[in-house]
């Protein structure tokens, strides 16, 4: 009899236990705080868009005019440069080739030219002007035309070479900061960079070899939805607050409006955002100061509107 109910027993008083560790060593977990709330918008009555923090200057993506080896890179990400200053340089031995070449040629018709000067005058000081025909006199005339065309030619090959050398050193076209830095010693520039598909608020893909701008000040390129464009107004009040600390914010001045609505390019990723919206873009300039913000950083935007007013019936 008791062997029949000893094995149940156990397995109860092993339910009992069981459930008794479980509710002893369960524990009330508090709910965490919120360290920064979402930002709200200061302004009784707002539009809400968000903006992309870039150079004043427009994000400027640094090309190569040639197909050609780099062989030095003189700045890194973080550089200052000024406007004229060296970025890279590309593998010119070829160019300095062409440029011995065509200053072989130069040389040669150069000397040509002289040879036909010299026929031309000997032409020229006969005492009797009958001693040679006309023809000849003209044809030699028109032999030295064609030397000094030649010369200037030649010329300017080698002048056209000496610029392509020039253009081999790839110089800042403003001044400001580098941004981002795509190409290294040993690598090839290519003419064209940009094989992924550019957005037409510029934020230019990781194809640029170097991408700078000016950074005093920077700027944030708003995206305004297209419900809500006909709500703006030419320079409203605007706030910038920095996504994941709401308690970071500061006022923006107005800079300028591209009055062409373009299509959406910047997603957050929100089950209700549609692909086929399309964005008035208005752009903003700040002083970065201390702000630990960078370029290319994703800002919260409140704009002063004025209020909803629906229509009436007549």
Request: net charge neutral; aromatic share 12%; charged share 20%.
């Given at each position: ?7 149940p ?9 069981g ?9 009330n ?6 360290a ?33 080896l780099?062989?030095?890179?003189y ?8 406007v004229?200053d060296p970025?890279?340089?590309?593998d ?11 200053e ?10 002289e ?11 006969l ?8 023809q ?11 030397a000094?065309?030649a ?9 056209a ?7 081999s ?16 010693a040993g690598?090839?520039a290519p003419?064209?960079?940009f ?16 991408l700078?701008?000016?950074?005093d ?6 995206d ?10 030419k320079?409203s009040?605007?706030?910038a ?6 308690l970071i ?5 107005f ?6 609505v ?8 929100e ?17 970065r100061g201390d702000?630990p913000?960078?370029?290319g950083?994703v800002?919260d ?5 004025e209020p909803?007013?629906p229509?009436?019936?007549?």
């Open positions: 009899m008791l062997r029949k109910y000893f094995l027993f156990l397995a109860f008083l092993g339910a009992l236990f459930l008794f560790i479980v509710f002893w060593t369960q524990k977990v508090p709910t965490p705080s919120i920064f709330p979402p930002a709200v918008s200061p302004y009784t009555y707002s539009i809400a868009g968000s903006g992309i923090i870039e150079a004043s200057s427009d994000n400027i993506a640094i090309g190569s005019p040639f197909d050609q780099v062989t030095k890179v700045v890194v990400e973080g550089d200052y440069v000024k004229g970025l890279f340089e590309l010119i031995r070829d160019f300095i080739a062409q440029a011995e070449s065509a072989a040629t130069l040389k040669s018709q150069v000397v040509s030219l040879d036909k000067k010299k026929q031309y005058s000997f032409y020229q000081r005492s009797d002007s009958k001693a040679v025909s006309e000849i006199r003209e044809q030699a005339h028109y032999a030295v035309l064609e000094e065309e010369v200037k030619v030649a010329q300017a090959n080698l002048d070479i000496k610029v392509n050398i020039e253009r050193i790839i110089r800042a076209p403003v001044a400001g900061e580098i941004l981002q830095m795509n190409i290294h690598e090839t003419i064209n960079p094989f992924a598909s550019q957005s037409p608020a510029r934020t230019i893909s990781q194809g640029c070899l170097i700078m701008g000016a950074v000040p920077l700027q944030v390129r708003i305004i939805d297209e419900d809500d464009a006909w709500r703006y107004r320079g009040r605007a706030t607050f920095v996504r994941g600390n709401s914010n500061f006022p923006l001045e800079s300028r409006l591209e009055p062409y373009i299509p959406k390019s910047s997603f957050t990723g089950t209700t955002e549609r692909v086929d919206t399309r964005v008035l873009q208005v752009l903003y300039r700040f002083e702000l913000i960078y370029a950083q800002l935007i409140f704009i002063e509107a909803i007013r229509l009436t019936a007549q």
